[in-house]
């Protein structure tokens, strides 16, 4: 609900021309970027800076029961970064740079600023994907699945 009425506030703002918009008693000032508004409204109030921090977060919201709803080998090649590999297939997964030990079900190719825009919720990875700023190849139902798990292990990771 919130989500939605955020959206909808966005589309509003960036069609308007005037210096601000006065809607339900909040003030928003006229900007093409909701990033500080909406990540007031976020249970994480972690912002990524490096590449590497993603996955480390990664690691310590990966446990057996995301392992058994995932079930899959990603690879994210961050253009600037390297190759990172997230494997979730057994234990509580497999975490860190380079080439993961089994042949990956999805490889993610993307650059920096992209990849971390999307660990912080400023961009939706669907968006990215839609817009060519992001490339997948592989089970792409695979690829789905670890953005829909990992958002809920990061709302529950406090």
């Known amino acids: 609900m919130l989500r939605s009425r955020l959206i909808q506030l966005t589309r509003i703002v960036e069609g308007s021309r005037k210096s601000s ?6 003030h928003l000032p006229k900007t093409n970027n909701f990033t500080e508004f909406a990540r007031t409204y976020s249970s ?13 977060r990664i690691k ?17 090649d961050v253009e600037g970064e390297g190759k990172w590999h997230v494997d979730l297939t057994s234990g509580s997964g497999q975490i860190g740079q380079g080439a993961p030990a089994n042949n990956p079900d999805v490889t993610v190719v993307v ?11 400023e961009l939706k990875p669907a968006t990215a994907f839609m817009s060519g700023k992001l490339k997948l190849s592989g089970d792409l139902s695979k690829a789905l699945a670890l953005e829909s798990v990992m958002k809920a292990s990061r709302d529950d990771f406090q």
């Open 60 to 76: 310590q919201v990966s446990n057996p029961s995301i392992v058994k709803k995932v079930n899959a080998v990603y690879v994210f």
């Open 111 to 121: 650059n920096k600023e992209i990849f971390l825009k999307m660990f912080n919720r």
């Open 21 to 26: 918009l006065i809607c339900q008693n909040v």
């Open 44 to 56: 994480s109030s972690q912002v990524f800076t490096q590449v590497p921090d993603v996955f480390e």
